[in-house]
């Protein structure tokens, strides 16, 4: 196996701090604007965009936790081996600005399977995403409005998260080679 | 045209002897007899045309006798016919078997008892002898023509498959035979006390969901069939006894005088309730050890071909049967093999027929217990020879000079796997489907003539 | 629990690397396995409890309830199920047994597997029949009750509506009063309990439980009781079963009222229960009978939960067997 660093933990705190500011800037503001994560990474990073934009605007935004795991298309191929998890939105969504937030954006079926779920469960205004890393390789036309880093890879590499809070130690992304 | 077995261990019941040696057949009859080992160029063929057999390693038994087996003809040939069952006996190293009334019709009457003398003969695979309905129709209430039937050829009585439900009736019965001299084979089972049974009531059965069939059923029948022979002084046979405390009865009543034999079916020594646990049986031992143990994992749970009446019951009920056998409470092995269809047998567990097709087993899993040391060679030969014999009223079966040439080759140390398609009997309901198991008959003859040869 | 060699004459069993492929019964169901399907049944209730209760995962798949007894809520319950994990479902009522109807089981089962059904849910009269049933269907089978047997998805909501109500599992004292010989709810019930490390206790007159050697062959933690009264103070969970008037033998009781005065779940009785204790019962109740509509009423009694986590217990077997789940 072969480990490439491509964003440091200091570079992972600014990509998050520009997002942040990006969002206030796209939608005038945050009054409307409700963040949800995406399980796993997603929800601390949403948390961590939540902190910052406080920081930036002063207001708090409302922070909510997805899980997509009963919306897959791939049930037969991965089966049903990960625990499902809770999905938890504090507030109504119908008529607000989501922004789902996730670590990777790769083939894009995780945001399809998100969109299904969102829709769901209210009707918001619209729906933007945010992401740690775009890795490129779409399989479905899907775009994020809000990027840290775009990262070229090929297929067969694999892009790690680590964030403190889910995996200890350092922030970090990671290009694995010759990954399965 | 002569056949030679030569050089097997010859077993003798009468004298309990076994020896090396050498037996002629022709005629139809054992024409004489060597001891010792036959060189390769002996001059003792008599005749040019001789077939000769080599029994080396192999052991030369009389052939074996079964009292209690199931051909289901006249009616049910969809489960077996007289011809299959007696070609599954001559696999199985059976001569001589009687066979159960309960047909379609009853053998309840001449015409059917002489339909099944005369099958027997023309298939030739073994001697037949009918058991006859002790009731018309075996419905438990009209006595039938005993007397007749005995005539037409019918050694003994039974209803089998089910009791004489009415103990004044069964007393008619027992006072009526007495008179033949021949024997009631009873079915002993109070029906108030099984109905609607699956298994034997016990732990499985609890665990299982299935009503029960508890052994006090077959002791409270076998009780009621001892008094009443004692009371008429008649004679009484218990047939597949598969309860401890059923042993127990029948030894008590011959220590008192009482005129009663019992018998012993092979699946009620060596499987227990515990298989219709199958694979869900997590104290069973997983092995299949060929000769010396079976595997009862292999089988799904509520496997219908472990559904049998009486049903297959505890351990330690085995034990005891066994024991019966041994200290010549119950006096002999019988099969009780009972064939039955897919159609019959692929059903809800409580709902399948009961019995299970085990006369070409029955020699494997009873040389299973000698080979754990239960029971000796020669204890089990008898009780598959001369004992059976001796119940029948005949001589013994040992293989002298004049002797009918009923012979059975054992291999003992054959390896051979239960298998479907190879079986001779039409029923394939057996729960050793898979099993290996050691030891085979390889060779049987019947009146001289060779009816199963393993290839 | 080793899993013993599998032959390949029976491939229906749960293979070398752990697939649960058919929900029989709980007895080969590791404590692991239960609290994962009890932790997916937490996030199916989340879904049911959504202004539109619907999730696309099963979507193309096919469920067919055949049901040889009438039940109607357990019908209705994985109907539920099914529809809320957007899977198609049909049900089949098949009166009396196949043997008297002239379709044996197998042909049924292989007639709907044919049509293309991949979960066969299955109630049935005889004991053991799921277990033939999953021998001749190339899918998975779940046992929605077999004669007096099992009813794995009962016991699994039950013990969903436990760990709701108090928390961990382990070292909870449960009482199970009622017609307990007869009960394939009990049955399941004692074989998730003990597995999970509760206390189960039998107590019935003893006709209805029958010998006590039989079941400690089995269950050897078990423990009987004929004195309700004796053993409420200490008992956390009180689980009622139905006297099942159609299951039991004529002469099993002398009367009812005898029964109800000694094993009956009152409001004199359960007033003795620990603070904390809940009252179960696996429906329908004789009120009156096993349990006085007072106690049924009361804020100890978890029964309707027991229906609404039925669902989502159900929707949990209903996910897990579709994607081969690894237990």
Known sequence: MNERQIMTADEVRRA????????????????????????????????????????????????????????????????????????????????KTIVLVDDVLFTGRTIRAALDALTDLGRPARIQLAVLVDRGHRELPIRADFVGKNVPTAASEDVAVRLNEVDGGDDAVMIIRGAV | MPTLLTNGTIIDPDTRQMSIGSILVDNGVVTARFDGLLPADATVRTAPDTTVVDATHKLISPGFIDPHVHLREPGEEHKETIATGTRAAAAGGYTVVACMPNTRPASDSVAVVQHIRTAARRAGFAEVLPIAAATIGRAGKELSPMRELVDAGAIGFSDDGVPVSDPAVMRNVFEYVKMLAVPYFGHCEEMTLSNGWGMHEGAVSNRLGLPGYPSAAEEVGIARDIALAELTNSRLHVCHVSTAGGVALIRAAKARGVNVTGEASPHHMTLSDRWVLGWLDEHADARNEPGMSLNPTTRPPYDTSTRV??????????????????????????????????????????????????????????????????????????????APAAFLGRGTTALRVGARADITVIDPQLVWTVEASKLFSLGKNTP???????????????????????? | MTMPAVSPFVPWIPTANRKRRHVLDLDDFSAAEIIDVLDAATSMKEVLGRSV?????????????????????????????????????????????????????????????????????????????????????????????????????????????????????QGLNVTIVGDILHSRVARSNIWGMLRCGMQVTLCAPSTLIGDVRMWQETFPTLKISYDLDAIIPATDVLMGLRLQKERMHAGLLPTLREYSTYFGISQARIDKLPDHAIVMHPGPMNEGVEIMPEAADSPRSVIEAQVTNGVAVRMALLYRLSGEATI
């Open chain 2, 309 to 386: 009446s009486p049903p297959l019951r505890s351990e330690a009920d085995c034990v005891a049967v066994l024991q019966g056998l041994l200290d010549g409470t119950l006096d002999f092995v019988a099969t009780d093999h009972a064939p039955h269809s897919r159609v019959d047998k692929e059903v809800e567990y409580r709902l399948a027929m009961a019995g299970i097709t085990g006369i070409e087993t029955a020699l494997a899993s009873m040389l299973m217990l000698v080979n754990q040391g239960r029971i000796s060679l020669m204890d089990l030969i008898v009780r598959m020879t001369d």
């Open chain 2, 432 to 455: 050793l489907l898979g099993q290996k198991m050691r030891g085979k008959a390889v060779l049987t003859m019947y009146k001289g003539n060779i009816t199963h040869q393993e290839a």
């Open chain 1, 16 to 95: 998050i701090a520009r997002v942040a500011h990006e969002i206030g800037e796209r939608n005038g503001g945050v009054h409307n604007v409700v963040l949800v994560g995406i399980y796993r990474r997603g929800i601390p990073l949403a948390k961590r965009v939540a902190t910052a934009i406080q920081q930036i605007e002063g207001s708090t935004v409302a922070i909510g936790a997805l899980d997509i795991t009963l919306y897959r298309d791939d049930l037969e191929i991965r089966g049903t081996a990960t625990q499902i998890q809770h999905t938890h939105i504090p507030v109504d969504i119908t008529g």
């Open chain 3, 53 to 169: 209760p619907q999730v696309p995962i099963l979507r193309g798949r096919t469920v067919v309830n055949v049901f040889y007894e009438e039940s109607t809520r357990t019908r209705m319950s994985f109907e539920l199920a099914a529809r809320t994990l957007s899977a198609s479902i049909m049900s089949m009522t098949a009166k009396g047994s196949s043997v008297e109807k002239g379709e044996s089981l197998i042909d049924t089962i292989r007639t709907i597997q044919a049509l293309g059904a991949d979960i066969i849910v299955i109630r049935h009269g005889e004991s053991g029949a799921p277990y033939l049933a999953a021998q001749h269907f190339k899918g998975s089978i779940i046992n929605a009750g077999d004669g007096r047997h099992a009813h794995p998805s009962q016991a699994l909501l039950d013990l969903f509506t436990i760990r709701e109500r108090l928390g961990a599992l």
